[in-house]
């Protein structure tokens, strides 16, 4: 049981549009990560939030960008598309901020960018 | 910069039997965790068995061990008694004990068990 809810679960967007990606993490878990799987790229790190706050972020230029909300849900979104931003992205949680913690996926949302 | 290299892009298994996925990291830290996940074609990543650096046992799960070894920065995969709901893409990933959270991983593994 992952425990992780994600939406949509594929889009479709053109080159210059905007995307938001949704998150929700099952009841009590504080901290959700974001990661990207590219074709040939494996999964690179995006973001990490905890207790609403921004605490890491990978190397990805400004225009990705998230939030997470009181009830720790999370949105990832992502502006000015470009064709390479088409991948999966995983939405993730774990229960605390302990170093270790095993993390849980949700399925992904499929974004094509055309 | 830590790194984790997964040197098996294709692997494949008969049913029932054992297989062993080869996963080496570089990094400079001595506490540190790893872990291996499955994604089968559904695209779910699932944990399969994690690994806590400053414990010398090694990790099992059911069917699933591992074989940490900390001077050698190698954790392979054992798979025993293959079943073909096995057939998955493998990665391998590190996360070090500091507060960053991130895990690095590997470019993966795909293991095809055929009956």
């Known amino acids: 049981e992952a425990g992780v809810t994600q939406s949509p679960t594929h889009l479709i967007k053109t080159r210059g549009q905007q995307v938001t990606l949704r998150c929700s993490p099952i009841?009590?878990?504080?901290?959700v990560y974001w990661y990207q799987q590219a074709l040939g790229l494996g999964l690179q790190f995006l973001l990490w939030?905890?207790?609403?706050?921004?605490?890491n972020r990978g190397n990805f230029p400004p225009r990705f960008s998230g939030r997470q909300f009181p009830n720790y849900s999370s949105e990832l979104n992502v502006n000015a598309l470009e064709l390479e931003d088409s991948a999966l992205y995983l939405c993730?949680?774990?229960?605390?901020?302990?170093?270790?913690?095993?993390?849980?996926f949700g399925e992904g949302s499929w974004l094509t960018v055309v | 910069a830590q790194t984790v290299t997964q040197s098996q892009p294709e692997m494949s298994v008969q049913e029932a039997e054992t297989v062993t996925l080869s996963c080496t990291y570089d990094?400079?830290?001595?506490?540190?965790?790893l872990f291996w996940y499955k994604q089968p074609p559904s695209r779910q990543m699932i944990l399969v068995i994690r690994?806590?650096?400053?414990k010398q046992q090694n990790a099992t799960e059911n069917r699933f061990s591992v074989n940490f070894q900390k001077a050698a920065k190698s954790f392979s995969l054992k798979i025993s008694d293959s079943q073909l709901g096995d057939t998955a893409m493998y990665f391998c990933?590190?996360?070090?004990?500091?507060?960053?959270?991130?895990?690095?991983w590997g470019l993966g593994t795909s293991l095809a068990v055929n009956p």
């Open positions: 990933a590190f996360m070090n004990a500091g507060n960053n959270r991130k895990l690095i």
């Open positions: 990094t400079s830290e001595n506490n540190y965790y």
């Open positions: 993730a949680r774990s229960s605390d901020r302990v170093p270790g913690n095993t993390i849980y």
């Open positions: 009841s009590g878990h504080t901290s």
């Open positions: 939030y905890d207790e609403g706050e921004e605490r």
């Open positions: 690994q806590e650096a400053y």
